[in-house]
């Protein structure tokens, strides 16, 4: 069972927080879909940048009474519990630091995860924001800033006696940014040395891989991320596999399609026509990646501008595949 201070998850996998794609909807979907919490995209703490269109969407709350963790970013102590506090004020549950992030945007503002490189600095951050506000402050880190200083151990310590309350830990360092295979080990060594919650990340692409993480780290739970993508099922696959060792079947396709249709339509009221449509390409291509015709449909849907076009292009498609 995993608590962050007053919540207790009713599972052990947590969709991961990702820029452009963990928004509102897609949220909600997964938690319906057995997540057990789910992280917002991050959110810049400079407050002269709160009031833009695109982090407005950004911490929109759930709409299926989900907890809202809302992810912030940035190197200033006291811009980030500025930030966390205003978050706490609009009604988030948990507030997550991102110190796990190598987006250059991110990293030019020495935010992310190349924060890791400055220990003082993350523990100022960490004491400041934990400080600022009475809801639980959970982190994001990466093993460290390079492979020759993986300083996760380290940063996991200060983070607990900070009153981090959760850690979740990708098993790259910065530099190796999404390339290389991830490393358990430093997880591992991060879960021996600290009693808050430690959730393993990086390359969790299956039940079967979901199991072997926990059992090797040691992990309270796994954190999922680019394997969501298009296939929201992949929470109740592992919550299934975890409880029983079996894999569950593939969920029907009338099922897909539905979810779709119904997900492309939460992207148009949350974006509007024009974002919402351009959003719609990129989901529909993981939707039905491994699908037949699906390269077809993707140049087809790529060319349409409009939504009303879109959803048709989708019931052409999935006609045949029904019958
Ligand atoms: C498109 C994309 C956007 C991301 N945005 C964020 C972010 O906003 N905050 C963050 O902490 N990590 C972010 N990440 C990193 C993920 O949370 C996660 O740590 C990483 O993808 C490894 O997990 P995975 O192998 O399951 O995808 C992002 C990753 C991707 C692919």
């Excluded at 639980?136 to 200060?158: E, H």
């Excluded at 940014?177 to 959730?199: C, H, L, M, N, Q």
């Excluded at 991320?225 to 969920?251: E, K, V």
Aim: hydrophobic share 40%; aromatic share 6%; with cysteine.
């Amino acid at each position: 069972m995993i608590t962050i201070g007053q919540h207790t998850l009713e599972g052990r996998v947590i969709l991961a927080p990702m820029a452009g794609i963990t928004d509102q909807p897609f949220r909600d979907l997964c938690v319906d879909l057995g997540a057990s919490l789910a992280v917002s995209e991050m959110l810049t703490c400079n407050s002269e940048l709160w009031s833009s269109r695109k982090n407005r969407t950004r911490y929109i709350h759930s709409a299926n009474g989900s907890l809202n963790s809302i992810q912030i970013a940035g190197s200033d102590p006291y811009m980030m519990a500025d930030a966390a506090r205003m978050h706490e004020d609009l009604g988030a549950d948990i507030i997550d630091i991102n110190m796990g992030c190598p987006a250059k945007k991110v990293l030019k503002k020495a935010a992310g995860s190349a924060l890791l490189k400055d220990v003082e600095l993350v523990t100022q951050i960490l004491k400041e924001v934990v400080n600022a506000v009475a809801i639980p402050v959970t982190l994001k880190i990466r093993t460290g800033w390079s492979p020759q200083s993986r300083n996760g151990v380290q940063i996991a310590k200060i983070a607990q006696d900070a009153g981090i309350q959760l850690l979740s830990v990708h098993g790259r360092t910065r530099e190796c940014r999404f390339v290389g295979e991830v490393e358990y080990d430093t997880i591992k060594a991060v879960k021996a040395a600290v009693s808050i919650p430690v959730i393993a990340n990086g390359d969790i692409s299956s039940a079967h891989k979901a199991k072997q993480v926990l059992d090797y780290t040691g992990a309270d739970g796994v954190m999922v991320g680019r394997a969501a993508q298009g296939n929201p099922w992949i929470f109740q696959q592992i919550n299934h596999y975890l409880a029983t060792g079996q894999n569950l079947a593939n969920r029907p396709i009338e099922e897909l399609r539905t979810t779709l249709l119904a997900h492309l339509e939460q992207l148009q009221a949350l974006y509007g026509d024009f974002k919402g449509m351009l959003f719609a390409r990129k989901h529909v291509a993981w939707y039905t990646e491994t699908l037949p015709g699906s390269e077809h449909l993707r140049r087809r849907f790529n060319a349409l501008n409009r939504y009303d076009e879109q959803v048709r292009e989708l019931s052409d498609y999935f006609a045949p595949l029904l019958d």
